[in-house]
């Protein structure tokens, strides 16, 4: 039996087939067993011999599996490792590296500069309340200036935010005054049911912008959005401000940044005029700042709202604000920072 099994160990090509001699040979119903468990039959002088012989003959066994078993996971590990094996000389497969979206870039380049001023960066709901994105900025239900806006409603009074300005009703209705002034630009993505086209998008981006104070006049206002154009356009560009509407600020102006060197690809959104539409801004309206536990005979301040998809359009001279929605690659790549 021994030398059976041994030579049968010997010449086992697997695991399983060793696993098999050692139920078959070693196991309950193995012949090993059997001989040790027919000795209570055996006169008592021959038991010592009989048994001792037995758990030899399982111990040499039992040791020749562990053996071959280990040879076999041995001989497995080295077939796997050859097979697997890598030629770290081949030319690699090179990474397609991604890149942030322009508008990001453009995002990012604004948050940069304000931060440098001191302003900081606040995050607010896309999905908005009535309260904040209207009632607070002075736009109580029924005001006709909700046209401006086309706006899409989930319920009575939540909605889709038309405009970042709710961040600054959130901001303002907080602010501690004792840890001195307020100034917060809040980035993020704004809604409408406008009809796309070249210049208009039903979902597009807004940069808010905020500080109340103390003697803020309009002066700041412009001098805090012409650093912004000159940062983001180039030290030749100029700003005008038209006067306009808006509920939530008075006076209230539309600001417009100059196409410089004009003839260049970013004449068209430009069209003739030498001017392209931005932003909205103005000194914010004493309703807005009561609504907000602010007194307007102590604190007033400025606010704007600008498009930074309108500036990228600027910026890079792109005629289509559809192209930045539409992520097709070669269009994207166009704006790689790697330079
Ligand atoms: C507003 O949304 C005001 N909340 C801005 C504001 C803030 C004024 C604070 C005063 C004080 P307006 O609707 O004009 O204003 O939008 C601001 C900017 O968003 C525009 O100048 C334009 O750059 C951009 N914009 C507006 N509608 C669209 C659109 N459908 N697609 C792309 N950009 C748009």
Request: hydrophobic share 35%.
């Amino acid at each position: 039996l021994k030398e059976n099994s041994l030579s049968e160990i010997k010449s086992a090509s697997d695991t399983k087939k060793i696993n098999d001699i050692r139920v078959h040979v070693l196991g309950k119903k193995g012949p090993i067993t059997e001989v040790l468990r027919g000795m209570r039959d055996l006169p008592a002088d021959e038991r010592p011999k009989v048994g001792s012989f037995a758990n030899k003959v399982r111990d040499e066994i039992s040791e020749a599996i562990t053996q071959r078993r280990d040879e076999l996971e041995i001989a497995k590990t080295a077939d796997k490792l050859e097979q697997e094996k890598i030629d770290v000389t081949l030319p690699g497969v090179p990474v397609k590296q991604g890149q942030p979206h322009v508008l990001e870039q453009v995002i990012d380049q604004i948050e940069k500069l304000f931060l440098g001023m001191g302003y900081q960066v606040v995050d607010g709901p896309e999905v908005e309340e009535d309260h904040y994105n209207f009632e607070m900025l002075n736009l109580p239900k029924d005001h006709p200036a909700r046209d401006m806006q086309d706006t899409f409603y989930i319920t009575n009074s939540i909605l889709m935010r038309t405009q970042t300005s709710p961040v600054q009703a959130r901001t303002m209705e907080k602010h501690d005054f004792s840890q001195g002034p307020l100034k917060m630009i809040s980035p993020g993505k704004v809604y409408r049911r406008d009809t796309d086209d070249a210049t208009h998008s039903h979902q597009f981006h807004q940069v808010e912008g905020l500080v109340i104070d103390k003697h803020i006049t309009m002066a700041d206002l412009k001098g805090t959005l012409q650093q912004l154009a000159k940062n983001l356009f180039g030290e030749e560009r100029e700003i005008r401000m038209r006067p306009s509407y808006f509920p939530f600020t008075e006076p209230s102006a539309e600001v417009d940044v100059s196409c410089f060197k004009c003839g260049g690809k970013g004449c068209a959104v430009c069209k003739y005029t030498g001017w392209i539409e931005t932003l909205g801004a103005g000194m914010v309206h004493p309703n807005v700042l009561k609504m907000a536990g602010i007194d307007p005979e102590i604190y007033g301040g400025f606010a704007f709202g600008l498009g930074p998809d309108r500036f990228a359009m600027l910026k890079y001279g792109v005629n289509d604000i559809r192209e930045f929605y539409l992520n097709d690659v070669r269009f994207l790549e166009q704006f790689s920072q790697k330079g």
